[in-house]
């Protein structure tokens, strides 16, 4: 079992900028891919961006070139720095960690509330 915290959500101005973190525990010697989805009020989950234990990145046509997810090994953390923010990005964030394997299991973490004010 893995167990996912985020932090970092809230009120931001369009143009500004938040950090969400991601912080992982229990059996994350299992995980491999962590990541960032979205769902907005009356719309489906969608992936913003992900990252491989390798470091290899992935993200949505719409947040390339203004968010940026890394990955903190060390500290089993995943982050998301989300720069030039627009109010359509205004959504609750989850954070995803995907284990190793040929059924991999995709773990959630509690989702937190990023809104941003026009």
């Known amino acids: 079992q893995v167990q996912l915290v985020e932090s970092g959500g809230g009120l931001v101005q369009a143009g500004g900028s938040l950090r969400l973190s991601c912080a992982a525990s229990?059996?994350?010697?299992?995980?491999?891919?962590m990541g960032w989805y979205r769902q907005a009020p009356g719309k489906q989950r969608e992936l913003v961006a992900a990252?491989?234990?390798?470091?290899?990145?992935n993200y949505a046509d719409s947040v390339k070139g203004r968010f940026t997810i890394s990955r903190d090994n060390a500290k089993n953390t995943v982050y998301l720095q989300m720069n030039s923010l627009k109010p359509e990005d205004t959504a609750v964030y989850y954070c995803?960690?995907?284990?190793?394997?040929?059924?991999?299991?995709?773990?959630w973490g509690q989702g937190t509330q990023v809104t941003v004010s026009s």
């Open positions: 995803i960690a995907g284990t190793y394997g040929k059924v991999p299991d995709n773990y």
């Open positions: 229990g059996s994350i010697f299992s995980i491999n891919a």
């Open positions: 990252i491989t234990s390798g470091g290899s990145t």
